[in-house]
């Protein structure tokens, strides 16, 4: 089981406790041994290898002699919560000046909000869709999903 997952399930535990969710973090951080936001960095490596993986299929997509020139590689954050991934790829793609289509399916209202926020406060391209993955992307083609 991964930290994350136990923090997950942790902190529904402490919860239905009275417990708040930054003392669930403090108190499994020190059953572990570690500083609080310790726990969050491994989300963060794991988060970095997942758009590094997502930048070098795009480069391959675009080196591909049959692609179409200019077309962009387009790409589908499933479950997009804040927005990291869609936004840092975004972002990287823009650096590299990639052609890219960036888009970000988040069906909580709550997470559509700091999701749009994010986007906004970057300053890049990444469309937002809201709803269920299964019925707002019916029939969908793109070249890479994460």
Partial sequence: MSIKQVLKDK???????GISEVDAELILAFVLGVERMELHARDFEESEAL???????????NSTESRPSKAPVSIVDLGSGSGALAICIAHEAEKKNWPVTVVAVEKSDAAIEWLKRNIAACDVSVRVISGDVLEVLEGVKCDIVI
């Fill in 11 to 17: 902190k529904v535990q402490f919860a239905s406790a």
């Fill in 51 to 61: 758009v590094d993986a997502a930048l070098i299929e795009i480069e391959k997509i």
